[in-house]
C-alpha cells in the first residue's frame, strides 16, 4: 500500500460539487468564483473517489470501495486514487484530516 494509505481528507470548505447533465463540476463558492481555471470536471470515477472523501474513511477505504464497485484490482484503485488525491490537493481542492 502506498504512503496515502493511511491519510483521510475531505473536500476544502469553499469548494462544492455540482451534478451538471452527467459530469460532475467542482466549482470554488468564495475565491476565485469567477476564474473558470479555477472549475474542475470530474470523471464518473473520480466524482465517486470525491463522494468518498468525506473526512472519515481513510485512502485504504476509498481503495477497497473502488474494487467492489467497479471490479478493479487494488494496485489499479490505488494509482487512480493517488493520482487523483495528488492533483486534487495540490490544486488546494481536499485537505488533509
Known amino acids: 500500500m502506498s504512503i496515502l494509505a493511511a491519510k483521510k481528507f475531505r473536500p476544502s470548505a469553499d469548494i462544492v460539487c455540482r ?21 474542475y470536471t470530474l470523471s464518473a470515477v473520480a466524482a465517486r473517489i470525491w463522494e468518498l472523501l468525506d473526512g472519515a474513511r481513510d485512502t485504504r477505504a476509498v481503495v477497497e470501495a473502488l474494487c ?6 487494488a494496485a489499479t484503485a490505488t494509482h487512480d486514487v493517488e493520482e487523483l488525491l ?4 495540490g490544486a488546494g481542492l481536499v485537505q488533509p484530516v
Request: glycine share 6%; aromatic share 4%.
Open 68 to 73: 467492489e464497485e467497479y471490479d478493479i484490482d
Open 19 to 39: 451534478r451538471v447533465g452527467d459530469e460532475s463540476v467542482l466549482v470554488p463558492v468564495r475565491n476565485n468564483v469567477g476564474n473558470l481555471d479555477s472549475v
Open 86 to 89: 495528488t492533483a486534487l490537493e
